[in-house]
Every structure is written in C-alpha cells, then in structure tokens.
C-alpha cells in the first residue's frame, strides 16, 4: 500500500521560501511521476507541479518562476520549494502520485501559512 | 492557466442520480482522455472516484460513471447515498502536458 507524508514549517514569513519534503512508502520513486498540489482556505485544488525521477518536470505557469521540485531517492523523498511567499500563498499543500495525469495516491495535507 | 468549469453546487435525494459537469477546451478535456474525478470530505484529502474518463479505481462503488462529449466529462452518481456528499473535483492533462483541475463542486445530499 502506497503512503505518502508531507512535512515541513507550518509558518513561514512573507518573501521567504517555502520547503516541503513528502516522504514515500511502500513504492519506488522510479515507478511513477511525483507532484504537489495546493488548496487555499476554502478554495479549490490548484496543481503546482510534477516530476519524474529521471528528471522530466513541468510547473503551473502562473508559479513557474518560483517553484523548484527535487527528488531523494536514496530517502524515497521528493521536495517542493516555493520561492518568495506572500500570504495568496497559504495553502493546504498535498503530495501525490501520479500516473497518465491521475492522481492516485494523496498525501493527508499539510497547511502552511504565510504570516510575519 | 484557467480551471476547468463546473457547477458550484448540485444536490439530490437518496436514492436519485445526479450528474456533475465540467467543461473545458480541445486542449484539454476535448483533446485528451485523461480526465480524473475525485471526491473531498471535509478536512480530508481528495480520493481518485474516476480516471481515464470512465474507469473505476478498485474499491470505487459502481454507483459511479464518468462520460465525456467534445470539452465536457461529466460524472454521474447513481442511487444517492449520504456518505456521497463532499465536493467533486475534475481534472484533465493539458495539450502543455500540464494538469488542470476544475473549479470544485458541492454535493448536497438532501
């Protein structure tokens, strides 16, 4: 069965970046493509970006210049960082395994605000 | 990018079937049979109801069925249950190889 966790500051102050780390088990970074997406308080869902373990990547256009995405896969970890945060950017953040554009397996979210 | 578009809010009674809609372009709902449908309870992460715009992941009831017809899917629930209530998303692979999701709906069960 597939897991994933993400982790990472709950707070994080306007300008700064934003890291999160999503931690998976049960699987192979290798066997499919790997993303993050987003939802703001009461919102809906925006996708933010995915990866391939090989190194194959592909970012929303309206965050692209801000947004980096990393794989570990000696921990079975893969990373998001977002660069110069303000406060459109408090989200509940979820990690996800994607497959043909199918979102899978979903991490439980973890919500990070932008706040001084 | 912009969502993909569905109704705010739908609702039905136990029993009945209701369909939700989510219309896009040739880029991407039109163009493409990646369209996924997820359902989200409260506080909780989405779940993979339909993907590849008809099929059932395992476990999924067969009260379930996705369609699409030229840039719109849709997704049908038949014989209403309670536990079906919480907001649907859509989403679709994009002629940029990106992914867009709809705007959200909420399933009322009366």
């Not at chain 2, 476990?59 to 209403?80: D, E, H, M, P, Q």
Request: proline residues 4%; aromatic residues 10%; glycine residues 10%.
């Amino acid at each position: 069965q597939v897991q994933l966790q993400e982790s990472g500051p709950g707070l994080v102050k306007p300008s700064e970046t934003l890291s999160l780390t999503c931690t998976v088990s049960g699987d192979s970074l290798n066997s499919a493509y790997w993303s993050w997406v987003r939802q703001p308080p009461g919102k809906g869902l925006e996708w933010i970006s995915y990866m391939y373990y090989g190194g194959s990547t592909n970012r929303n256009p309206s965050l692209k210049s801000r947004v980096t995405i990393s794989v570990d896969t000696s921990k079975n970890q893969f990373s998001l960082r977002l660069a110069s945060v303000t406060a459109a950017d408090t989200a509940v953040y979820y990690c996800a395994g994607v497959l043909s554009a199918t979102y899978f397996h979903w991490g439980q979210g973890i919500l990070v605000t932008v706040s001084s | 990018q912009s969502a993909l578009t569905q109704p705010a809010s739908v609702s039905g009674s136990p029993g009945q079937s209701i369909t939700i809609s989510c219309t896009g372009t040739s880029s991407d709902v039109g163009g493409y049979n990646y369209v996924s449908w997820y359902r989200q309870h409260p506080d909780k992460a989405p779940k993979l109801m339909i993907y590849d715009v008809t099929k059932r992941p395992s476990g999924v009831s067969n009260r379930f069925s996705g369609s699409k017809s030229g840039n719109t899917a849709s997704l049908t629930i038949s014989g209403l249950q309670a536990e079906d209530e919480g907001d649907y998303y859509c989403s679709s692979l994009t002629s940029s190889s990106t992914v867009l999701f709809g705007g959200g709906t909420k399933l009322t069960v009366l």
